[in-house]
């Protein structure tokens, strides 16, 4: 493990330098691809900015909510398709086909809807989480191995003792993989909304950077929600192998 980290850290300072020589050769607009170490006075600015820190709360407030409907919608859907043989066959493909269409396409229809304000955007991180964490439940759920069913009903399980000790335990891994899927891309339309049409933001906050020729803090806000959802991700990889340890064992039949 040290071995990769010390190569992602020597990646990682390469692209800098090559950053840095490329930005200060000539050979690209400054204007347009500022070196690091402008970037880096960016940040400070940045995150000294009052400004930071109130739409840093309304773009985690717009995706936490939308990604707790999407998601909460997602799984409740998938659960209920992979559980269903002929709800999955009948609604599965239709997962796959609006799934692939860019949400972003959707928006105007949210903003006649909800409006300009935060509403729209807890709508379009809602619509992208949805789909991914939809389709990795269903999958996972339709391949639960049919014997631990009916093992938990030979026990006098109940259906929601059938959900939650044997679906959610052999679901774990495919449902945190969906869940990880659906916070990127509920995060990505979120932030491509704001930059749309938006009164707070950091989308919006992005945009004024552009607007004003502010190209370092620009780089350097897109770098900060760069470095916090890759924090995110990093706690799913943490997280995912630590709850799928039970499939080496089967998930636990013990009903109460």
């Avoid at 990646?11 to 691809?33: N, Q």
């Avoid at 006075?41 to 995150?47: E, N, Y």
């Avoid at 990505?188 to 909304?193: D, E, Q, R, V």
Wanted: contains cysteine.
């Amino acid at each position: 493990m040290s071995r990769v980290v010390a190569v992602r850290v020597c990646g990682l300072v390469l692209l800098a330098l090559a950053w840095e020589a490329l930005g200060r050769s000539g050979l690209v607009l400054h204007d347009v691809f500022p070196p690091p170490s402008e970037v880096v006075g960016g940040m400070v600015s940045v995150l000294a900015s009052p400004q930071t820190v109130v739409n840093s709360a309304v773009t985690a407030g717009e995706i936490g909510a939308g990604f707790a409907i999407g998601s909460g919608a997602g799984l409740a859907a998938g659960i209920g398709l992979g559980a269903v043989p002929y709800a999955h066959r009948l609604l599965h493909p239709f997962l796959y086909y609006v799934g692939a269409i860019p949400k972003i396409i959707i928006y105007p229809i949210l903003l006649l809807l909800l409006g300009a304000g935060t509403g729209s955007k807890v709508g379009i991180a809602a619509l992208s989480a949805f789909f991914p964490v939809a389709i990795s439940t269903a999958v996972a759920a339709r391949q639960v191995r049919p014997a631990l069913i009916r093992a938990a009903h030979a026990l006098g399980a109940r259906p929601h003792q059938v959900l939650g000790h044997v679906y959610l335990p052999a679901m774990a891994g495919d449902i945190l993989s969906g869940l990880r899927v659906g916070l990127a891309v509920a995060l990505t339309g979120t932030l491509l909304a704001e930059t749309s049409v938006a009164q707070a933001g950091l989308g919006l906050q992005a945009i004024h950077y552009y607007a004003q020729l502010r190209v370092p803090e620009m780089y350097a806000l897109l770098l900060l929600v760069f470095a916090a959802a890759t924090l995110v991700n990093t706690g799913f990889s943490w997280l995912i192998p630590r709850l799928t340890r039970h499939r080496h064992g089967g998930p636990n039949l013990s009903i109460p």
